[in-house]
């Protein structure tokens, strides 16, 4: 944990370890500087989670992780493994992705699993279509001891409200719909990634027939900072 965030954390100057709540709302201000230089140029790799569930402070984990790296335009590579939550998976959930305890039970626990993610991502910049959730997800095992994970994070959700403003649907299904992407395996971590790197780029390509030079002036004109630690501390 950074000496910056530590004294975010200066609630706690007690010496009280924080509530997870607490942590993720401090942690959600955080923000990794962006590189400089044109916009597809820049190293990516775009990732999906699948979860337990959706309320991250409440006790929601990581059960599946993919991720692809985006090198101009193209996918090169791809990383993708289960993760056991240490907990079990609602059968609400697994209706939504099809992950059951069985199918976790011999998965590397989030430490380890995490571990082979940062391995993976390098110093890229990291891509998710909701990011503040993904953020959250990864920030929470952190909390709960597996390794920090310190790169920029931008949402290709938030870019998209950006672009079209007057758009009702942002989800992954309508974009890619409107876009013409095909969702190979929705609902899975890998499939998602693929399909939201497909996206970003055509994002990106449309944010540079704006003007947008490098990745700076996308997270400043689309209010990415904020939007992502306000959607952060939701979750």
């Keep these: 944990m950074s000496g910056l965030l530590r004294r975010a954390l200066g609630v706690l100057g007690n010496g009280l370890r924080p509530s997870l709540r607490e942590f993720l709302r ?5 923000h990794a500087a962006l590189p400089s230089g044109p916009l597809i140029a820049q190293r990516y790799v775009v990732f999906d989670l699948e979860s337990t569930g959706l309320d991250v402070s409440a006790g929601d984990r990581v059960i599946s ?16 493994t289960l993760v056991n939550p240490a907990r079990s998976i609602p059968p609400g959930s697994i ?3 099809g992950i059951t305890d069985a199918m976790v ?9 995490l571990q082979g993610f940062r391995d993976f ?11 503040g959730f993904d953020r959250a997800l990864i920030y929470a095992e952190e909390f709960r001891g597996a390794p920090a994970i310190g790169n920029p994070f931008l949402c290709s959700l938030i ?6 403003p007057a758009e009702e649907d ?17 609902h899975q971590a890998l499939g998602d990634a693929e399909a939201t790197a497909a996206l970003w780029v055509s994002l990106l390509a449309r944010a540079a027939a704006r003007g947008v030079d490098d990745l700076a002036e996308l997270a400043r004109r689309a209010r990415m900072t904020a939007a992502i630690a306000a959607a952060a501390e939701h979750f």
Excluded: K, M
Excluded at 105 to 113: F, H, N, Q, T
């Design 26 to 30: 401090a942690r959600a201000h955080f």
């Design 65 to 80: 992780i993919g991720a692809v790296r985006l090198r101009d335009g193209d996918i090169r590579e791809s990383f993708t």
């Design 95 to 97: 209706r939504y992705h």
């Design 105 to 113: 039970a011999d998965a590397p626990g989030a430490a380890e699993a």
């Design 121 to 131: 991502i390098g110093d890229d910049v990291l891509i998710a279509h909701n990011a």
């Design 159 to 164: 870019t998209s409200r950006w672009l079209d």
């Design 170 to 186: 942002h989800s992954l299904d309508g974009l890619c719909g409107r876009a013409g992407i095909v969702i190979a395996g929705r």
